[in-house]
């Protein structure tokens, strides 16, 4: 008895450990950690790159005088419109007194000259006269006359020679006095007009400031901006790793940051040929035209970024690119499809437009298709233990 005992607590013992080594093999065989699915969304996608800059005119004229001065009126101010020929300012011209000193001795000399011309100009004319009554007489002959005739008429024009020199002299001494001449018009003035029609962005001097003619050695004091804010361009940069994705005639949508919920519509017009280097990466400056339709008031100068559209799939079928899967050998894409609880099965896809987040599907999916999330999440009530 205490043998069949013995071998039945040996036989128990045994099953027992046979159903411990199963169950432990059957749990191992489980997958421990439970997986959300997504389904395929219809999205608009749109792939752009975005680059940095502001709000500028298409042209910024420089108005600049043409005679050096000071300041004596300025009769407008940044913001106000203008038209072609509306003048903007007065200057008052202050002479040099070296400069009007030479423009006096010049008028002396020239009156000098011209009185002497005139002496030697009546002379002449005398023995002209005289000469040509004995020619008429027969007494003179025609070779000495024509002698007569040229010596005449050579004292003819240094006089009226003479006489222009000094008027120049006039004119010379009236410009250093007063910046201005009659007979001149436009090509010497006190007066500052608009050379354009448009907005005074700017008007950087005051009244009292002394102003410097542009000339070939000298900018010349700028005495106010104008440009045309009706057409604005944006100016910006974008970096070199993004230069190579874009090209001209793409689409912009530019976001002014002064002005909240409103995108404005451009075209990419200019990408620079050349780059700059700044702050250790280079640099090439863009520049797009802004929809003239829209007539929202923009500000110059005023920072904006550009969405530059790359590529565009409108109401196509997308997942999350968090979804997708690559294969290591052959590195085509691919995503797990729920077939039962738990349980998934490869299927290859096709990839499209992405943006970052979401990327276009073009077969290998359908709208239903529930998509295995590989970020494992822990069961409710293992969630609940803990």
Known sequence: MKRTGTVITLVTIVVLFIIGIWYIYAKNQEDPTSYATE????????????????????????????????????????????KEGDLIARIEVVPNVSSLTSAKNSITSAKTALETSKLAFNNQKSIYNRQKTLFESGVLSANDFDTAQQAYDQAQQSFK????????????????????????????????????????????????????????????TTIASLANVNNMIFEGKVDESEVGKIKEDLPLEITVGAIEN??????????????????????????????????????????????????RADSVLAVKEALVQFDAKTQKPFVEIETGDQQFE?????????????????????????IKVWNAIKPVAEVSNN
């Open 39 to 82: 389904s395929p969304t219809t999205e608009t996608i749109v792939k752009r790159t975005v680059a940095t800059g502001s709000i500028v005119p298409r042209e910024e004229i420089l108005i600049k005088p043409n005679i050096s001065g000071i300041i004596k009126e300025i009769l407008v101010e940044a913001g106000e419109s203008v």
């Open 161 to 220: 020679q003479q006489e222009i020199s000094l008027q120049s002299a006039n004119q010379n001494y009236d410009i250093v006095k007063t910046g201005t001449t009659t007979g001149l018009g436009n090509a010497a003035t006190t007066s500052v007009r608009a050379t354009i029609s448009g907005m005074v962005l700017e008007v950087p001097i005051k009244e009292g400031n002394q102003v410097i003619e542009a000339n070939n050695f000298n900018d010349g």
């Open 262 to 311: 409103k995108k404005f519509d451009a075209v990419l017009n200019y990408i620079a040929p050349k780059g700059i280097a700044e702050n250790g990466a280079i640099q090439f400056e863009i520049k797009g035209t802004l929809d003239k339709a829209d007539t929202t008031f923009i500000r110059a100068g005023l920072s904006a970024n550009a969405s530059i559209i790359l590529a």
């Open 346 to 370: 490869r299927r290859d896809i096709e990839l499209g437009v992405s943006d970052g987040i979401n990327v276009e599907v073009k077969n290998g999916i359908s709208k239903g298709d529930k």
